[in-house]
């Protein structure tokens, strides 16, 4: 029989085992391992039916069990330590507390930071991939650096999907219901004790209100938005049912309450719990774009005109670009977006031709009609950055729309490369190895914090110690898999007795490959199988064999996804390799801890750039694994030949995309017969593979330093978060109202601005080394004054087709007054700028001028989007080009 009601009933510890429910609720049991090695000791056997949960152990622990251990001295005295532990961890002074004390320190008081997924821990799943992993890890790294971050996201009823198979190999998907109060969640109450409530206005006059679950991610608070309550209508209710779920409107409502409802969250939780508010907003992708416009929204109601309130709320938000391809990204019809804005709707003090204005694709190259988050982000981000050196050039072309007139490389979007957080994903056995060799207090302070010396500590571990370490791992892997394995067979029809061959999956004595990730088409799950002969014969080579475990969920809605998943499964099955191949359905935290530890080469082969950054690699490498992957997002960043291998790529060469992923197919068999697995099995004189073990011991002592997502969040707060509070400081009322005033006025005057005549004091096709050419450069300006504009000569090295590459700008210096010649016959005022340009390259050698807007408030010189540059005519010596 069915219940028709469900709740959950608490245990009632004894008093002496009261802390545990502290343990219990803060996330921070996840990556430390002493606390979660007390909740195993409760019940190792229940501990693992929980699937390491500790809220769900609690709730299961017989109250015989529970008393013996109130009686038991030793484990209340590990108890008592656990709980000082957090207790110091979360109360004392960290790297961001340190920083404070500096005489120049300009830290944030605090940031908001909002994603539409958070992988922090598989007890709440709460994530689809590698965008939640990065928010978790983001979390749990800002709380070891003390960083005072609060999360913002929502609380999805039904998750992301579990994936089964069925027995051809076509990918099933479950959505289990979730109950908030069987997580590690509390509810965010009022004084009173009643739910705190945020809520949004709806058209038609309806309405969506929302609960505010808290997380506790060691320091750092996540709220997360639950729309699952009772008095919304059914549809309101179902808003935050599934992640990625639904059509255009349900997925624009959840992003409505992400971004504006989690802003009024926000200003909740602070109210109730005096945290300090936040002074920048980081965005992370556009899902959550809309908190922007809450924010100008309240600077509106104090009295601020929409484009200060703008200027203002720009100052504080930081906006970060996870995608590569415009297909990436959320974008809504216009009119599906005005319907909900507006006086009849949600933020009524806002003109909605000033909210679409912020999201239109109005540029070259974009659909009008169509308002696009990302971009939406861009516009009122002051700070924006791609996730790794390669996605932020591919970002700033991608976007270079918004800055007419500069070249992709001048676009305000700089990069911060992606890290991971060691202490979730760095095994065990790995961090026993790292605390016998430098103690246990060094070892975790190089994995949260970082510093180079520490990992240098790995250079004197013993290679011996090293290889069985691997050999260790990697037998646990297969342990794993062959759980795993039997559990999947058995959802597909099989009959235990048809499962024999399970036990002689995999050989823990073999060199694993591992993939696993999501499955859009551009990550190439099936690129392995473009030559079935020559992988077959890679798998069952007699001397030098491979094995493969791969993993991966494609989006509910991507059939072709399914159709890569169903042709690999297929392959897989055949009985000739199925003891050297498997794939494992329902990848998720819990599965990736044990393939990044327990692989031997992580691979990746992406179309290449469509790769932001891609971290499952960098999990490997932590845990001694090699990477070999095509030179996309990270990895194209910080390969080198001692950390692994780079897959050729044929982007440029090939004609077509099957030709493509022909070649660089028989360039992946290539490096694993001739290079991977002869490193592997070569040993040396003592029995060991010496030069495997010594790569894995360059991965670990230089490539782990910089992965780490503790060097990541630190980047984020000297390079964004810095700078946009000073920002946030600066442009107060008055000074965000003048700045509005002031662009308003520069765009209008613009068509005015104009490179009247250039020249230079040597002309010719050749010039000498060191030579200083003396430059006289007359501009018109229209309106505007010498104060609102710079004048800049652009020079470098050129191309064949005369483009200037490593441009280098050298500001140009007015004269004392304008040239009022013929003024009185109506001829525009001209100015004059001078100043020297060093001819300080050989080779081809070229320069340009231009007129940019310029005040002290702008964070750059593209900022606007406004550049004037000499016409063809401008002058016989413009653009004097030196070969």
């Known amino acids: 029989m069915k219940a028709i009601r469900r709740f959950t009933v608490r245990p009632v510890l004894p008093a002496p085992l009261?802390?545990?429910?502290?343990?219990?609720?803060?996330?921070?049991?996840?990556?430390?391992?002493?606390?979660?090695?007390?909740?195993?000791?409760?019940?190792?056997?229940?501990?693992?039916?929980?699937?390491?949960?500790?809220?769900?152990?609690?709730?299961?622990?017989?109250?015989?069990?529970?008393?013996?251990?109130?009686?038991?001295?030793?484990f209340l005295r590990r108890l008592g330590e656990a709980a000082a532990d957090l207790r110091a961890y979360v109360t004392g002074e960290r790297w961001y507390q340190e920083r404070q004390h500096?005489?120049?320190?300009?830290?944030?008081?605090?940031?908001?930071?909002?994603?539409?997924?958070?992988?922090?821990?598989?007890?709440?799943?709460?994530?689809?991939?590698?965008?939640?992993?990065?928010?978790?890890?983001?979390?749990?790294?800002a709380s070891d650096l003390g960083v005072p971050l609060v999360g913002v996201g929502l609380l999805y009823r039904h998750g992301y999907f579990r994936q089964s198979l069925t027995r051809d190999g076509w990918q099933q998907e479950h959505y289990p219901v979730l109950d908030p109060n069987e997580l590690p969640l509390t509810l965010l109450r009022e004084a009173d004790g009643t739910p705190t409530q945020v809520r949004l206005a709806?058209?038609?006059?309806?309405?969506?209100?929302?609960?505010?679950?808290?997380?506790?991610?060691?320091?750092?608070?996540?709220?997360?938005?639950?729309?699952?309550?009772?008095?919304?209508?059914?549809?309101?209710?179902?808003?935050?049912?599934?992640?990625?779920?639904?059509?255009?409107?349900?997925?624009?409502?959840?992003?409505?309450?992400?971004?504006?409802?989690?802003?009024?969250?926000?200003?909740?939780?602070?109210?109730?719990?005096?945290?300090?508010?936040?002074?920048?907003?980081?965005?992370?992708?556009?899902?959550?774009?809309?908190?922007?416009?809450?924010?100008?929204?309240?600077?509106?109601?104090?009295?601020?005109?929409?484009?200060?309130?703008?200027?203002?709320?720009?100052?504080?938000?930081?906006?970060?670009?996870?995608?590569?391809?415009?297909?990436?990204?959320?974008?809504?019809?216009?009119?599906l977006v005005a319907h909900h804005f507006g006086p009849d709707a949600e933020l009524p003090d806002l003109d909605v031709e000033f909210v679409l204005r912020l999201g239109m694709e109005t540029y070259p190259g974009g659909e009008p009609n169509l308002f696009n988050m990302a971009v939406m982000g861009l516009r009122l981000g002051r700070c924006a950055n791609g996730v790794s050196t390669l996605h932020g050039k591919v970002s700033r072309e991608m976007f270079q729309g918004l800055w007419p007139g500069f070249d992709p490389e001048e676009v305000p979007i700089t990069s911060v490369t992606n890290g991971v957080h060691a202490p979730t994903w760095v095994a065990p056995e790995v961090f026993a190895l790292g605390a016998r060799q430098i103690g246990a207090e060094r070892t975790d302070r190089a994995l949260s914090v970082g510093g180079s010396d520490r990992w240098d500590a790995v250079a004197d571990i013993q290679d011996g110690d090293i290889w069985l370490l691997r050999r260790e791992l990697r037998a646990q892997l297969v342990y794993e898999v062959r759980r795993r394995l039997h559990l999947s067979w058995r959802q597909r029809g099989a009959a235990t007795a048809e499962l024999g061959w399970i036990d002689e999956v995999l050989d823990p004595d073999v060199l694993t490959v591992g993939f696993a990730r999501r499955v859009p088409s551009y990550k190439r799950l099936t690129l392995m199988l473009r030559d079935r002969d020559r992988l077959m014969d890679l798998l069952t080579h007699p001397e030098r064999p491979v094995q493969i475990v791969v993993a991966g969920k494609a989006h509910p809605a991507d059939d072709g996804g399914k159709r890569l998943i169903q042709d690999l499964v297929r392959f897989?099955?055949?009985?000739?390799?199925?003891?050297?191949?498997?794939?494992?359905?329902?990848?998720?935290?819990?599965?990736?801890?044990?393939?990044?530890?327990?692989?031997?080469?992580?691979?990746?082969?992406?179309?290449?750039?469509?790769?932001a950054c891609g971290t499952s690699g960098m999990k490997a490498a932590l845990n001694g694994c090699l990477n070999l992957s095509v030179l996309d997002g990270w990895w194209d960043e910080w390969f080198e030949p001692d950390f692994g291998w780079a897959i050729p790529t044929a982007d440029g060469a090939a004609t077509d995309d099957h030709r493509r992923d022909d070649l660089e197919a028989a360039a992946l068999y290539d490096l694993l017969e001739r290079r991977v697995t002869a490193r592997f099995y070569e040993h040396g004189p003592g029995g060991l593979p010496d030069r495997w073990i010594e790569m894995v011991r360059r991965t670990l002592t230089r490539l782990g330093p910089r992965v780490?997502?503790?060097?990541?969040?630190?980047?984020?707060?000297?390079?964004?978060?810095?700078?946009?509070?000073?920002?946030?400081?600066?442009?107060?009322?008055?000074?965000?109202?003048?700045?509005?005033?002031?662009?308003?006025?520069?765009?209008?005057a613009w068509p005015g601005v104009a490179v009247d005549h250039v020249e230079a004091s040597a002309a010719g096709a050749t010039a000498e080394l060191g030579?200083?050419?003396?430059?006289?450069?007359?501009?018109?300006?229209?309106?505007?004054?010498?104060?609102?504009?710079?004048?800049?000569?652009?020079?470098?090295?050129?191309?064949?087709?005369?483009?200037i590459t490593d441009a280098v700008p050298v500001p140009l210096k007015p004269t004392s007054g304008p040239e009022r010649d013929g003024e009185a016959h109506g001829q525009p005022v001209r100015y004059v700028y001078e100043g020297p340009l060093g001819l300080d390259r050989t080779g081809p050698f070229g320069y340009t001028v231009r007129v940019l807007p310029a005040h002290r408030l702008l964070a750059d010189g593209a900022e606007l989007g406004l550049v004037a540059v000499p016409s063809e005519a401008t002058g016989e010596d413009a653009g004097v080009l030196m070969r």
């Open 572 to 611: 897989t099955d055949d009985p000739r390799v199925r003891h050297r191949i498997v794939f494992l359905p329902d990848y998720g935290m819990a599965m990736a801890q044990k393939l990044y530890a327990g692989c031997d080469v992580w691979l990746n082969n992406p179309l290449r750039p469509l790769e």
């Open 202 to 335: 709806l058209p038609r006059g309806r309405a969506l209100a929302a609960h505010v679950w808290q997380a506790q991610v060691g320091r750092v608070p996540l709220l997360l938005l639950d729309s699952d309550v009772e008095e919304n209508d059914p549809g309101a209710r179902e808003v935050t049912d599934r992640l990625y779920g639904g059509g255009s409107e349900h997925r624009l409502l959840q992003e409505m309450l992400l971004g504006i409802g989690g802003v009024r969250a926000v200003r909740t939780y602070c109210r109730l719990t005096g945290h300090a508010e936040p002074e920048v907003f980081h965005t992370n992708e556009g899902h959550a774009g809309f908190l922007g416009l809450e924010r100008i929204h309240e600077r509106v109601r104090e009295g601020l005109d929409f484009d200060a309130a703008l200027e203002s709320v720009r100052g504080g938000t930081v906006f970060t670009t996870h995608t590569p391809v415009p297909a990436g990204i959320d974008r809504f019809d216009r009119e």
């Open 708 to 748: 780490l997502a503790g060097r990541m969040v630190r980047e984020y707060v000297e390079r964004l978060y810095v700078p946009a509070a000073r920002a946030h400081r600066v442009l107060a009322p008055d000074a965000a109202t003048a700045l509005a005033a002031w662009k308003s006025r520069v765009r209008a």
């Open 102 to 141: 500096a005489p120049d320190a300009e830290l944030p008081r605090a940031i908001a930071y909002f994603s539409p997924e958070f992988g922090v821990t598989a007890a709440l799943p709460q994530y689809s991939g590698g965008l939640g992993i990065l928010a978790g890890d983001h979390l749990k790294a």
């Open 18 to 74: 009261g802390p545990l429910n502290e343990l219990a609720r803060n996330l921070r049991w996840s990556w430390h391992a002493g606390t979660r090695d007390l909740f195993r000791d409760v019940d190792p056997d229940l501990w693992a039916d929980s699937g390491h949960d500790p809220v769900r152990l609690l709730g299961a622990v017989p109250s015989a069990r529970l008393a013996a251990l109130a009686a038991d001295d030793t």
């Open 771 to 803: 030579t200083t050419l003396a430059l006289r450069v007359r501009v018109q300006l229209g309106d505007l004054t010498p104060d609102d504009v710079e004048v800049q000569a652009v020079a470098g090295r050129v191309d064949p087709e005369d483009h």
